[in-house]
């Protein structure tokens, strides 16, 4: 900002004033009232409708698939599209805190007294890069299947009903198929059947080593799923 738009800035923030009301007792009142509605609006609703309290939670639950609250798609579709663990860190959590950081500092770095959107070309279409940025991710993050579902592997159609049997059995909370499930603890199962024959997979199922837990309840209760799952991690060669 030079001299003399300085002095014009502050011609008009002089005139603007005088025409102006003080901030107290004018806004601080129009503040308080409306701060005052929302609370009672809020009161009423918990009375006339209650609050929800969802299921009981259940620790021992191996199908529960765990998704964010809408606003923080954009960063669970981030985690999701990132897989290299050395960059993890940085993309999650480096990037959103150093946008942030720069969003606080703007004010400083930018001292342009222009205050039409199309004179500030690039406050503004960093302001659009970033909003679509975002809407993009999380609309991606909202349609993205849940993390259970085997996704970076393309199964023949005639396993598909096993693959959804694994996904909904909790198995990638320990085992890794391609790029879907954890990497640990249980042994990577991309390639299981080229060590492992069918009936010895079937065999570990209903009697495997701890940590992981037996399935021989889904053997008894529904062997055409528990014959499925194994049909599809027979097929993993
Ligand atoms: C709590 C973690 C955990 C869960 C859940 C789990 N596993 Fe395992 N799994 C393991 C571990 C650990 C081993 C290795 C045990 C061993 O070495 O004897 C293993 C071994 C296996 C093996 C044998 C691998 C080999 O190379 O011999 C198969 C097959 C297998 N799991 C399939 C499954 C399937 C299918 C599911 C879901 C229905 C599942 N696991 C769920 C932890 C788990």
Redesign the pocket.
């Known amino acids: 900002m030079n001299a003399v738009e300085k002095e014009r800035y502050l011609r008009e923030y002089y005139i603007l004033k005088g025409q102006g009301k003080p901030f107290f007792p004018y806004a601080v009142l129009k503040d308080s009232v409306m701060a005052c509605i929302v609370l009672l609006v809020i009161i009423v609703m918990s009375i006339v409708l209650g609050a929800e309290l969802g299921p009981k939670a259940d620790p021992t639950t191996?199908s529960y698939t765990p998704r964010p609250e809408w606003y923080f798609f954009f960063l669970f579709e981030l985690l999701r599209v990132i897989k290299p663990p050395a960059i993890v860190f940085i993309a999650t959590i480096g990037v959103p805190t150093i946008c942030m950081v720069l969003l606080i500092l703007l004010p400083f770095i930018d001292r342009n007294p222009e205050r039409h959107p199309l004179r500030r070309p690039v406050a503004t279409l960093a302001g659009i890069t970033t909003i679509c940025a975002m809407a993009f991710l999380t609309i991606e993050g909202a349609i993205a299947g849940a993390p259970g579902q085997l996704s970076s592997i393309s199964v023949p159609t005639q396993y598909k009903k096993g693959a959804a049997v694994?996904a909904a059995?909790?198995?990638q909370?320990?085992?890794r198929i391609g790029d879907d499930g954890n990497a640990g603890?249980?042994?990577n199962?991309t390639h299981?059947a080229a060590?492992?024959p069918k009936p010895a997979?079937a065999r570990?199922?209903v009697n495997?080593?701890a940590?992981?837990?037996s399935?021989a309840r889904l053997q008894q209760q529904n062997p055409k799923q528990f014959n499925e799952?194994v049909d599809f991690?027979g097929s993993l060669k």
């Open positions: 191996t694994f059995s909790g198995c909370g320990c085992h603890p249980g042994p199962l299981i060590t492992v997979i570990t199922l495997p080593t940590p992981m837990p399935f799952l991690l």
